[in-house]
């Protein structure tokens, strides 16, 4: 619907023009640029009768406004009819065209000429893409996700998770917190309960996947990283690989090793878990102690479970592995303690303008009206599309 107010206005009005299917990081670029050149600029969403489209029109826009809400002067609309019409109607002076290459700008050049001939009241105005973003593009981005690729280069968040739900049939969810506290516990019942429901969904450990890069998988890749590892921590590297208990006690006594490990793992593990997303649908449970400290919170769309309990559960849940009091703490203190994790948490959410956190509190056997809340929580349909 096109506010009254769009027509009634007498400023310099610019318009971008595109079907947003989704908007990419290329598209936010150029109508940030433009929308430096006049005090109002219209992004009008269209429809193509030659295309077919992953999401709805007022999806698209619903979905584009999200991407562009920290830009004043800027109002998202339907477009329907032909472009010139539609700018004539609005008063719009100058259509802004974003140019990648010579194939664009001849395309350009002819919808120009074509505009002309339609007695477009307006100009068109030619901007060239910026060259961080020339390889983006609505297609791109969609091929890239539906093999499972990261994204987060291409989109804002909210669009990635909208991808993730209408392409991929994927709800991704990280689920955090110190070591002790009921991580492995709550996606366990999560997942019964959810199953009981005939709710899809599965669960992921990344701890199990970084053992199985480290230690269970023989292969040349696997290989390559137990080399690294062996180098950074001095280990030797025998016939089944690198001696886990010797590992953990270097990387939890030596905070700069332990980055250094981080930073060697974080590729092939990410590598890792898109293998192990692949074909999956529904909730997918993403369990990952470090996911605030190493920076990971994105990759989930900043969906976070939180788990926490008081120190002392934590630390005797801890001993209770076979280990003393004093390697419990050094194991406790060696991650972001639960303050910190929910800080960082909020601020990501903050930051990228998506996401939510749920703290669950694991002291107590957990309640099936808590799991019913978490998962009902989660199958929501992300914010701007339709089911």
Known sequence: MIKSELKSSGKNRGMVALSGDPITY???????????????????????????????????????????????????????????????????QHIVKGVRNTTDFEYEWQLHQIGGQLNFLGESCLLFSNPRFSHVSSSATKAVLIEQGDIRGFVPLHIKQALEYRLLGQTLVGVTGGIGTGKSHLVDRLCKYAQSQNIQCSSIDLDHLAHQ????????????????????????LGKRGLDRSKLSEIIFNCASTRQALNNIMVSPLFLALR?????????????????????????????????????????????????NRKQALIRIESQFCYQLKKRTINQQIEQGRCGKLDLVNTEKPLKEETLRKLITSLQKCPEGLLR
């Open 213 to 236: 890069l480290l230690f269970d998988v023989p292969s040349e890749y696997s290989d390559n990283i137990q080399r690294s590892v062996s180098e950074l921590t001095n280990l030797p």
């Open 275 to 323: 293998e192990a997303l692949r074909g999956r649908r529904g909730i997918v449970l993403v369990e990952g102690a470090l996911l605030a400290e190493a920076d990971a919170l994105s990759y989930f769309n900043n969906r976070i479970l939180l788990t926490h309990c008081d120190e002392e559960t934590q630390t005797s849940r801890v001993i209770a592995r076979k280990k």
């Open 26 to 92: 290329g598209h936010i670029d150029l109508i940030q640029r433009a929308a430096r050149m006049f005090p109002e600029l219209i992004v009008a969403i269209g429809n193509n009768p030659g295309k077919q489209y992953l999401f709805s029109q007022a999806e698209r826009v619903a979905l584009t406004q999200g991407a562009l809400s920290h830009i004043p002067n800027v109002q998202v609309v339907q477009s329907r009819g032909l472009l010139v019409d539609f700018a004539n109607r609005l008063g719009v």
